[in-house]
């Protein structure tokens, strides 16, 4: 997408995110919480996480296709990836974003 | 909200559509969510974005389509095969909200609709959308994966329509052979305040398609299937009979286009009726249709004529060898011809186009030549009621009609069993062959002619280069006579007469 929010505040090769969220609804809080928690978790330093209120931006969910909240767009590094949800499972996001999964058992 | 609003009389929104305002007694509920249902292909969204279209064109009432499946502009595109004035898109009246599901998301927990609801609230303030199309939206609950959520964000959507005073129409898929709705999305009809179900099946290898309003909720609705087509200009409804008034009656009387027939109908056809002529294959009914329409063009009225199977220069060429001469009424526009093809559509499609030209042309007097071929295509019970609509169309707006049927057989009353349309007709006219004394002649009779008197007698039909006319009535030995032993008969009358003087 062109309209990614511009580099520089990260090193190369940062994990960047956008998070389009509906207000303080619970799930949508919840997905902060877990995005945040997986991003300090395996990306320690090299993050950015850009917040979107739908419901304070409203038009422009409908511009970028956002069909239900949360939804969270990997935006860099590229392919960009689309996960909907409050990120409660968070074997599926991994896999997701191509990191390896911590081992069953 | 919604006591309030049930206690007052239902206020509609006009689909646009005649034959589905008729069939939900004057279309959707305004500020209620319709659901339309039914397998894929069945034109569940072809017919959410004409009342769509239409509503914005039309009445000005703007809307928005939220596409889950199909590409939005996609969606467009198609419109405009229809002739609808997609350029709305450009304007404020019409919006398009490609809404497809990405088939590379992951889902990772719980989540909702809250997010493009806030989205679409906003859109429709900003344009003042009272419309809203939400194609495929079991798309995009499908996504849930699980029959509560989906419920609920069902119940989401509509509490959210209500809220705004949103007229909503949702279209959701169901698999094939299912006979009603999936019992997954078996909810959703008691959630909608008006429901129609769209089927398409195959009778007699020809697809027929057909809705039903499966319930209306504090209205009235027509509760038969009704048979729809999509047309060049998008859903016709082939609307029920009896919901339009009967007109007045006319005094007037048509010609038949041949003098002796007009004199055994005591002066022809009333204006508004309807005449069947049945025959055997080369009886001559076409003959009659030609001479029919010819007498209502050279009384300046439009007429249309209505062949199957048959080109209409053949017609006109082999009319012309018996002085009936359609090619002038052609050429000055007073006459149309339409030659259809019987198998290539089905009986219903081939209703619509009818009834189309019939509201394009305007005209007076209309032959179909012959009715009993839309029996061939589409089923038989499709082809009655085909038969039917158009014998109601044709006495609702006054037009006089000339239907022939063939007869397989000598039985005249065979006729039954093909359409079953004399006993709808208002006039029916038998021609059969008589075999006499090593000779086949075409008889005529007149079996019926409701509300007035006609002769009983079996006259002998003849054609000639001079035009059609009906010979004398001789009779010997209480059998008429006809060919050779009439002529001979008319001589010797005229000889005694000669030897008498």
Known sequence: MSNAPSAGDEPKGAYVFRLYLAGGAPNSVRAFANLYAICRKHFPGSHRIEVIDVLKEPLRALGEAILVTPTVVKLSPLPEQQIIGDLSEEEEVLRALGLPQKTNR | ?501
């Open chain 2, 1 to 501: 909200m919604n006591d309030q609003k049930s206690a007052e009389v239902l206020e509609k929104i006009s689909s646009g559509i005649e034959g589905f305002d008729d069939i939900t007694c004057g279309g959707l509920p305004l500020g209620g969510t319709t659901l339309l249902t039914g397998t894929a292909g069945s034109g569940k969204t072809v017919l959410a974005l004409q009342i769509l279209v239409s509503a914005a064109d039309h009445h000005g009432t703007p809307g928005i389509f939220v596409a889950f499946e199909e590409n939005a502009r996609r969606v467009a595109a198609n419109g405009a095969t229809f002739g609808w004035n997609m350029g709305m898109l450009e304007g404020k009246e019409l919006f398009f909200v490609d809404a497809c599901v990405r088939s590379d998301v992951v889902k990772s927990g719980a989540f909702d609709l809250t997010g493009l609801l806030a989205a679409l609230e906003a859109k429709a303030d900003e344009m003042g959308a009272k419309l809203i199309v939400f194609d495929a939206i079991d798309v995009l609950l499908g996504l849930l994966n699980d029959p509560a959520a989906e419920c609920r964000e069902l119940y989401r959507l509509h509490d959210w329509l209500t809220l705004h005073n949103l007229t909503g129409i949702l279209t959701t898929k169901i698999e094939d052979g299912e006979p009603g709705i999936s019992p997954r999305y078996g909810f959703m009809p008691f959630l909608a305040d008006c429901t129609v179900l769209l089927s398409q099946r195959v009778a007699e290898r020809m697809a027929v398609r057909a809705m039903r309003v499966l319930k209306y909720r504090g209205s009235p609705h027509v509760l038969n299937e009704v048979p729809f087509v999509i047309g060049p200009a998008g859903v016709e409804v082939g609307s029920s009979n009896g919901v339009h008034p009967e007109p007045q009656p006319f005094d007037e009387k048509v010609s038949t286009g041949v003098e002796r027939l007009d004199a055994m109908l005591c002066g022809g056809i009333y204006r508004g009726t309807n005449v069947l002529i049945t025959g055997s294959s080369g009886g001559g009914k076409s003959t009659l249709a030609g001479a029919f329409v010819e007498a209502a063009c050279l009384r300046d009225e439009r007429a249309l004529f209505i062949s199957f199977d048959e080109n209409s220069r053949d017609i006109v060429r082999d009319l012309a060898t018996m002085s009936i001469d359609l090619a002038p009424h052609l050429q000055s526009g007073l006459l149309r011809m339409e030659a259809l093809r019987t198998e290539a559509v089905s009986s219903e499609e081939h209703f619509m186009h009818i009834k189309r030209m019939i509201t394009q042309q305007h005209p007076r007097c209309v032959a179909v030549d012959p009715l009993s071929a839309l029996a061939r295509v589409g089923g038989g019970l499709a082809a009655r009621s085909v038969a039917e609509r158009l014998i109601y169309l044709c006495r609702n707006k006054g037009i006089t009609v000339l239907f022939t049927s063939l007869l397989e057989g000598t039985d005249p009353h065979l006729e039954t069993t093909t359409l079953h349309v004399s006993t709808i007709s208002d006039s029916w006219i038998q021609i059969s062959y008589a075999l006499l004394d090593g000779e086949r002649n075409r008889a005529l009779s007149i079996i019926k002619s409701r509300g007035s008197k006609h002769s009983n007698q079996l006259r002998e039909l003849i054609f000639s280069d001079t035009g059609i006319t009906l010979a004398d009535p001789y009779t010997a030995g209480g059998e008429v006579l006809m060919g050779t032993l009439r002529h001979e008969k008319e001589n010797g009358v005229n000889l005694d007469r000669g030897n008498g003087k």
